[in-house]
């Protein structure tokens, strides 16, 4: 697998979210590839529901004029939440880590146009499913079950 830097920014986002005790899922959110920004789950860290990775990876990249030519990597597969928000803001690629542990709703941003690439990387799929077994109350909160 070649190494890609805004996976590899979102894989590393995702970890420090692990150690600070938080929900491991991270994001980046790339153009040209170049990376604008990094976020990762905070519902933990700052008490902040609606701080999934794509969430905070959007808000740390701040205001941008167009996103039609930028590309968003998460390490696992948004939420109806985040790809509400991909469907809104126009992102025309998402680059997913796995979608083992949580289906997401990939179908839903491909019905809008999105192309959705998912890598199935099996260091994202150790890190939720040992993240789901030690967690699973905190996991359940995350995703609303
Ligand atoms: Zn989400």
Redesign the pocket.
């Known amino acids: 697998m070649t190494r890609d830097i805004g996976f590899e920014a979102a894989l590393e986002a995702a970890r420090t979210g692990l150690a600070e005790g938080g929900i491991p899922i991270g994001a980046a959110l790339v153009r040209g590839g170049e990376v604008l920004a990094v976020g990762r789950n905070e519902r933990v860290q700052n008490g902040d529901p609606i701080a ?1 990775g ?2 905070s990876a959007l808000r740390a990249a701040g205001r941008q004029a167009t996103y039609r030519d930028t590309v968003l990597y998460t390490t696992l597969a ?2 109806a ?2 790809a509400g928000t991909i469907v809104q803001f126009k992102i025309p690629r998402v680059v997913v880590g796995e979608q083992r542990t949580f289906p997401g709703e990939l179908e839903l941003l491909r019905s809008r146009g999105v192309e959705v690439e998912v890598l199935d990387d099996p260091r994202c799929v150790a890190m939720m499913e040992a993240f789901q077994r030690d967690q699973p109350a905190l996991w359940a909160e995350d995703i609303a079950e």
């Open positions: 999934h794509e969430m948004p939420c939440m985040c």
